[in-house]
Nanobody, 126 residues
């Protein structure tokens, strides 16, 4: 069992930054991949960024260099640093963990992730 707790969301103006930490607890050593996903209003879940067992990191195309993923294994924390936020980044953001050693091109596919946090909302206004 892996428990994930996200925090750091909120309402901000366009172009500012937010940091979303995700604290993992439980049998975290079993996690092969961890990532951040988001769900925009009325849309399906999409991958924001994820890291695999080989420490390779993928980002969604929409990130365009604005976000950075940090994985602190000593503190069991996965942090998404989001800069230059846009109104279209408004979504519920979720942290997730997978037990599957997947190929890198699958890292941002939510169907491979079994453990999910409750989510933290991010609202960006223009």
């Amino acid at each position: 069992q892996i428990d994930l707790l996200e925090y750091g969301g909120g309402s901000v103006q366009s172009a500012v930054s937010l940091r979303l930490p995700c604290l993992a607890s439980g049998y975290t050593r079993s996690a092969e991949s961890m990532g951040w996903f988001r769900q925009l209003p009325g849309k399906e879940c999409e991958g924001v960024s994820a890291i695999d067992y080989d420490h390779s990191i993928n980002y969604g195309d929409f990130v365009e260099g604005r976000f950075t993923l940090f994985h602190d294994t000593a503190k069991n924390t996965l942090t998404l640093q989001m800069n230059s936020l846009k109104p279209e980044d408004t979504a519920m953001y979720y942290c997730a963990a997978s037990l599957i050693k997947m190929r890198r091109h699958s890292l941002l596919e939510d169907k491979w992730y079994y453990y999910w946090g409750q989510g933290t909302p991010v609202t960006v206004s223009s």
